[in-house]
C-alpha cells in the first residue's frame, strides 16, 4: 500500500505565493509521472501540472507563468510552487502519483487534497 501525503495549502492574498508538497511512502518501486489537479465544488477535477520521472513537465493554460512544479526522485515528493495567486484559484489541490510496487502492481494514488484559499 502507498500514502501520500499533501502540506502547504493555505489562506494567501492575491498576488502571493503558497507551496504544496507531496510525499509518497510505502511499497513503492517507482514513480513515473507525478502530478497536481483541483477541483472546485460541483467540478470535474482538471490536471493543474504533471512530471515525468525524467522531469519533462506540462501545465494547464490557467496555470502556466505561474506555477512551477517539481520532484525528488530520491524523496518522493512532488512540489507546486505557486506565484501570483488569483481568487480563482481558490480551490482543493490533489496530489497524484503513478506508482509502481514492489509486487509489480501498477496503480494510480491520490492524497487526501489541501485546501488553497486566495483572498482579494
Known amino acids: 500500500q502507498v500514502q501520500l501525503v499533501e502540506s502547504g495549502g493555505g489562506l494567501v492574498q492575491a498576488g502571493g505565493s503558497l507551496r504544496l508538497s507531496c510525499a509518497a511512502s510505502?511499497?513503492?518501486?517507482?514513480?513515473?509521472?507525478m502530478a497536481w489537479h483541483r477541483q472546485a465544488p460541483g467540478k470535474q477535477r482538471e490536471l493543474v501540472a504533471r512530471?515525468?520521472?525524467?522531469?519533462?513537465?506540462n501545465y494547464a493554460d490557467s496555470v502556466k507563468g505561474r506555477f512551477t512544479i517539481s520532484r525528488d526522485n530520491a524523496k518522493n515528493t512532488v512540489l507546486l510552487q505557486m506565484d501570483s495567486l488569483r481568487p480563482e484559484d481558490t480551490v482543493v489541490y490533489y496530489c497524484?502519483?503513478?506508482?509502481?510496487?514492489?509486487?509489480?502492481?501498477?496503480?494510480?494514488?491520490w492524497g487526501q487534497g489541501t485546501q488553497v484559499t486566495v483572498s482579494l
Open positions: 497524484n502519483a503513478d506508482v509502481r510496487e514492489w509486487n509489480l502492481r501498477r496503480r494510480d494514488y
Open positions: 512530471i515525468t520521472s525524467g522531469g519533462t513537465t
Open positions: 510505502g511499497s513503492i518501486a517507482s514513480i513515473a509521472d
